[in-house]
């Protein structure tokens, strides 16, 4: 039964982090420079909301479950829930909906089946010869236009003549082509990303270790060392509204983008914070030992004289790595997606983060093998964690220039949005 439950709280989670933020993003017309704005606000806000859960959960739902149990607490979240959903159901009507569009796995496969059976034909010397449909009777429709990225891809829209192309596992369009480039394009930026997520697994995990070494009262009231976790969320809490009210305004004037700074140099500032964060954790682990040793409580239980609030300090700067990477890139990914592939572009940027968490296993066993033991003692005052806490801030520098080159490498989305107006057709070339 508890593993069910898990389950099923992982299969309803995945579900609303891939459906949530695009729902509410498809409220935005992107074609608009002002909602373009608006939009990428939404993601600071959304952001914002979910930080907020986290606090209370952090807090009220732990006092809950230590003062009263585990059954009292799983019954908040679940009304919680129950409540999330009847408000959301409540105002169905007035949401903007995108007109499904099938399976974008199913798109994205086509496009390498058609192009694997015309391999062998010629690619035509002009774009214009290739596959695409133009739908008159549409009211807007958003045509990629082709790019010289995975060529190889581009058979894929070569006309057949000579057999049956109503189906798309023979030929399919342009635009359908192009948008399984961009997630193609998408996959160099995914991995660059994982690390970092990675380094947010470890934090969470040793920095509660470490806090439960160390002095955790205010006044009578000890601090639990799962609440811990409340400190960079307090800090995101803040620095959120500064970010969009304060730091986009200032920077807009400056660069003339809606954005205050462009996705991808957002997430890039996010990697640099995290490789100082692990840094920082490097320093102050050292100093929760020293402090360990002065005190001769190396191998005692007894808390040590030093404030847990020494922990705060690298979980706030990465808390504001999270707040730069994390929104970035679902701002990122749903604005580079292609139409029927939204929800499919904000699901690919939490992939980043399961991924990180699955090679944080990993990256713990193979650091204890070949350093013959850093993280293998259960004592974290005789461990060696602040070599390992060094290790993950120089691979955070080196991740760090691997992005750079993702990031250079990424060409941006063309749009025609095709638009009609008293039966003429006109064609706007929006460029990123």
Known sequence: MLFTSLYLVALGSGAIKAALPSLGADQFDQNDSNEASSLSSYFNWYFFSVNIGAILGLTFVVWINTNTGWDWAFGVCAIAVVMALLVLSVGRSSYRHNVPKGSPLTRILQVFVAAIRNRNLPL?????????VHDKEAEQTEILQRTDQFRFLDHAAIVRQSQDTTTTWKMCT??????????????????????????????QTFSIQQSNTTNRKIGNFEIPASSIGVIPLAFMFILIPLYDKIFVPLARRFTKIPTGITQLQRVGVG????????????????????VAEKHGLVDSREPLPMSV????????????????TLVGLLDFFYAES???????????????????????????????????????SNNLNRDKLEYFYWLLAGLSVVNFGVYLLCASWYKYKKVQVKKVDVGNMDYVEVKN
């Open 174 to 203: 342009v635009t359908q082509v192009e948008e399984t480039k961009i997630i193609v394009r998408m996959i160099p930026l995914i991995l660059s990303t994982v690390f970092m997520n990675t380094c947010l697994a470890q934090l």
């Open 309 to 324: 609030f020494w922990m705060g300090i690298q979980y706030a700067i990465f808390g504001v790595a999270d707040v730069f």
């Open 124 to 132: 035509p010397d002009r774009a214009e010869e290739l596959h695409e």
């Open 271 to 290: 990697l640099v914070l995290s490789a100082v964060s692990m840094a920082v954790s490097g320093i102050i682990e050292t100093h929760r030992k020293n």
């Open 338 to 376: 292609s139409a029927g592939m939204k929800s499919l572009g904000t699901a690919i940027s939490w992939c980043s983060f399961a991924f990180g968490y699955y090679t944080s296993t990993v990256v713990v066993n193979v650091v204890n093998k070949v350093s013959g033991g850093w993280l293998d």
